[in-house]
């Protein structure tokens, strides 16, 4: 049984490129969740969808990110415009249900995004 | 909103003697306590979780304590190797303002000296 997925696992973007970030859940689950780990910090949630629908997304930057989950297909997180301060881990975890705090969440290897 | 305060930042300890990471919360409403390890390049891996309705769960070497009444909870390893070398966060969940999503501490990064 495969765990999270995510590709690519390095990225480097230049300034003012797109970064495309992602990820496929644990077979069987059908909510993933996006954090954003910063050198020497903790993780820090960012965004949390279902399949077609995005439930929370109070961690995320208003501009310029964006997040899906199609109906068939990986999630994806979209950074347009990228910045130097955009540099980080960003992880994705996938639990099997949802709106239970007490699901326990999966996380995938992460992508490491630099940007220069 | 929720907020996690973990101790100490960094721990080092004899290999063989125990380590204990402390947390507290913030948000009385949280129901659901992960620690994570993360190894260097890795994601975060549950090593054990602890629920509201339970004080105190044991998986081999590892144990977690959970006080609701004072808001803390912690992780103790007890005859530590060196592969028990990594980051560990501790997390909340499932307050007022976390729900499904999860709020982690800073992280302790333990170094097991041989």
């Known amino acids: 049984n495969a765990g999270v997925m995510q590709n690519p696992r390095h990225l480097v973007r230049r300034r003012g490129q797109e970064a495309r970030l992602r990820c496929s859940p644990m077979?069987?689950?059908?909510?993933v969740y996006w954090y954003r780990q910063l050198p020497e910090e903790g993780l820090k949630f960012m965004v949390y969808?279902?399949?077609?629908?995005?439930?929370?997304e109070s961690g995320m930057p208003k501009e310029r990110f964006s997040a899906e989950f199609p109906k068939e297909g990986p999630s994806i997180l979209r950074i347009q415009q990228v910045v130097r301060g955009d540099s980080a881990a960003y992880f994705c975890?996938?639990?099997?249900?949802?709106?239970?705090?007490?699901?326990?969440?999966?996380f995938g290897p992460g992508t490491r995004l630099t940007v220069l | 909103g929720e907020n996690v305060e973990q101790h100490p930042s960094t721990l080092s300890v004899q290999e063989g003697d125990s380590a204990v990471i402390k947390c507290t919360y913030s948000?009385?409403?949280?129901?659901?306590f992960p620690w994570y390890k993360q190894e260097l390049g890795k994601g975060p891996q549950l090593i054990i979780d602890i629920r509201s309705n339970v004080g105190e769960k044991k998986d081999q070497r590892i144990a977690v304590t959970l006080n609701k009444t004072a808001k803390h909870f912690s992780l103790h390893i007890t005859e530590t190797q060196p592969e028990d070398s990594a980051v560990y966060f501790c997390a909340a969940s499932g307050g007022y303002s976390s729900a499904s999503k999860i709020i982690f501490g800073s992280g302790t990064r333990l170094s097991i000296r041989p």
């Open positions: 969808l279902q399949k077609e629908n995005i439930i929370d």
């Open positions: 077979k069987g689950h059908s909510h």
């Open positions: 948000d009385s409403a949280s129901n659901y």
């Open positions: 975890a996938s639990s099997p249900r949802g709106g239970r705090s007490t699901d326990t969440q999966y």
